[in-house]
C-alpha cells in the first residue's frame, strides 16, 4: 500500500514497512512504497516544501499502524490554504507487537484460560504462543525450549487450584527466565536489565499486588489480579526491554536510510514525530548508529516526541552521577547540527503505560529518587526530557484551545499534555490517546516554528 487515503477526509500519506531487520517490506504487487515516497517528494510539479515521517510505538502491528496514522491526520493536518505550507507526510510501520492479547489454552483440552473465555473471544495455543515469542527473542532451540516451559506451566493453572499467589517459581520456570534473560543480554548494557533484574524478583512484586484494589495492570486487563497473569509478568518485562533495543536497532538502520534518502532526493525540510518506542526510532534515526555514527547529509528540522518510552536522562550531556554519569545515549542530537529546530516532548499524568511501567519495573532494580524527585530510571512520557540546562518548559496543553507555545531552535521543550491525553483506555490508560487537534496543532507549530 504505497500511498494511503484517509476515508471521509481529502488527506493522504505514504505507509512503508519494514521487517525485523530494518528492511522495506515490497507491497503485494511487487512494488516499493519508499520509492513512490521518494518519488513524490523529489516531483518538482508537487514543489514539496515539508516532509513528515511519522513512527508508531511498541506493540503495534500493521493494521494498528494504518489506525494510529488515520486517526491523528484526521485530527488536524498541516495543509492549510494560503500558508505556503506542501507538505508529503510518511508513516513507518516497523514489527514492534511483542505478543498477541489472546488468552493461552492447552491443545489437549482446547480450555480456554480465562475466568470469562467467552468474553474474550480469541485465544492461541501453547505451541502458537512459543512461536510467536520465539520470533522476538531470536529463534533456537533453547529459546523454544525456556518458553516453553514458562508458557506450560502458565496453561497449567488452576483458577481454583491456585487462587492464591506463591512466594517463588517454580525452580524450572525461574531457570527458563535465567536463560531468556541470558539469551537477549539482560546482564549487558541495558540500565535497568544489567541492575538487578531477576525473575523471582519480578514475580515477587507482581505477586504482592494481587487483587490490588484499583490496579488494572500496565499491559493487559487484570495483569496482576491471576496468578498466572504474575508468572508471565516477568516475560513481559523482558519482551518490552527487548523491544526498546529493537526500536532503536530500527532507528538507527531502516528508519535513518529512509531519512537519508529523503535527504538526497529533496530540499525539502524534513520533520520526524514518533509515539513511544516510536520516539526512539525517530531519536535514533537522527542519532545514526556505533559510538562515531556518521550524521545524516543534513540536519532534521524538528524532532517530536509523543509520550516517550525512552529514559528521561537519554538526551542529558551530563547525566547525574546518582544515576551513573556520563551522557545520555541521544545526548548528540540535541545540537543544531542535527536538529536545526526544536525538539518537543509531551507528558501525560495519564499515561500509565509509561508512568507505572517504569516505576514497576525498577522496583525490582532497587529505585531512588534524587534530591530534586527525578526518578534514576522513569519514561520522557512522565517525566519530560531531563538533564538539559536550556530545556525549555512550555504553557501545558489545554483542551480545546490552540497551544500557546513560542519555539526555540535547536532547544528541547517540554510539555504537560495532561489536559489532552487523559482519556483512559485498559490498562496503557492515556498512552495511545493522541488523536486530538490540540496535540496536532502542537507538532505542526514546532515543525513549522523555525520557518522564515
Given amino acids: 500500500m504505497a500511498l494511503r487515503r484517509i476515508p471521509g477526509t481529502g488527506r493522504e500519506y505514504h505507509l512503508i514497512a519494514f521487517d525485523k531487520r530494518g528492511d522495506e517490506v515490497r507491497d503485494p504487487d511487487g512494488t516499493s512504497a519508499s520509492d513512490a515516497a521518494l518519488a513524490a517528494a523529489a516531483d518538482p510539479a508537487s514543489a514539496i516544501t515539508d516532509v513528515f515521517v511519522m513512527s508508531h510505538g511498541w506493540q503495534g502491528d500493521y493494521v494498528d499502524a494504518i489506525s494510529q496514522y488515520d486517526r491523528w491526520l484526521a485530527a488536524d493536518a498541516p ?41 474474550s473471544g480469541d485465544s492461541i495455543t501453547v505451541d502458537d504462543a512459543v512461536a510467536e515469542y520465539a520470533e522476538r527473542f531470536g529463534d533456537d532451540p533453547d529459546v523454544r525450549d525456556a518458553l516453553r516451559t514458562v508458557l506450560e506451566h502458565v496453561a497449567d493453572v488452576d483458577p481454583e487450584r491456585d487462587a492464591e499467589p506463591r512466594d517463588r517459581l517454580p525452580s524450572d520456570v525461574a531457570d527458563a527466565y535465567r536463560r531468556l534473560a541470558e539469551r537477549i543480554g539482560a546482564a549487558g548494557d541495558d540500565p535497568l536489565l544489567s541492575s538487578g533484574w531477576d525473575a523471582e524478583a519480578s514475580f515477587s512484586e507482581a505477586a504482592e499486588r494481587h487483587g490490588e484494589e484499583g490496579d488494572d495492570g500496565l499491559l493487559g486487563d487484570g495483569w496482576f489480579s491471576k496468578l498466572r497473569e504474575a508468572i508471565l509478568t516477568p516475560l513481559r518485562q523482558l ?30 525540510r524534513i520533520h520526524l514525530l514518533g509515539h513511544s518506542f516510536g520516539t526512539i526510532v525517530m531519536s535514533g534515526a537522527v542519532r545514526g548508529a556505533g559510538d562515531d555514527p556518521e550524521p545524516l547529509p543534513r540536519p532534521v528540522a524538528s524532532l517530536f516526541l509523543a ?79 531531563q538533564g538539559v540546562p536550556d530545556a525549555v518548559e512550555l504553557p501545558p496543553l489545554q483542551s480545546g484551545r490552540a497551544p500557546e507555545a513560542a519555539f526555540s531552535p535547536a532547544t528541547v521543550h517540554n510539555i ?23 496535540l496536532v496543532q502542537l507538532a505542526w507549530r514546532a515543525a513549522l516554528a523555525d520557518r522564515g
Fill in 239 to 268: 519482551t518490552f526491554w527487548h523491544g526498546k533495543n529493537q526500536a532503536r536497532e530500527f532507528g538507527e538502520s531502516g528508519a535513518a536510510g529512509l531519512v537519508r534518502a529523503l535527504m538526497e532526493a529533496t530540499p525539502a
Fill in 416 to 438: 504537560d499534555a495532561s489536559a489532552v491525553i487523559s482519556r483512559l483506555e485498559g490498562a496503557s490508560g492515556a498512552h495511545n490517546d493522541l488523536a486530538h487537534r490540540e
Fill in 307 to 385: 509520550q516517550g518510552a525512552v529514559s528521561l536522562w537519554a538526551f542529558s550531556q551530563n547525566v547525574p552521577r546518582d544515576v551513573g554519569g556520563g551522557k545520555g545515549y541521544f545526548a548528540d542530537i540535541v545540537d543544531p547540527a542535527r536538529v536545526t529546530g526544536p525538539i518537543v516532548a509531551t507528558r501525560s499524568k495519564w499515561d500509565h503505560a509509561v508512568g507505572r511501567y517504569y516505576p514497576l519495573a525498577v522496583r525490582v532494580a532497587g529505585q531512588f529518587l534524587l534530591g530534586d524527585d527525578l526518578p534514576k530510571y522513569g519514561g520522557i512520557g512522565t517525566f519530560g526530557i
Fill in 79 to 119: 495543509d492549510r490554504p494560503g500558508d505556503g505550507i506542501r507538505p508529503l507526510v510518511i508513516g513507518l510501520h516497523w514489527p514492534s507487537k511483542a505478543w498477541s492479547d489472546r488468552t493461552i489454552r492447552t491443545a489437549a483440552t482446547g480450555g480456554l484460560l480465562a475466568d470469562e473465555p467467552e468474553a
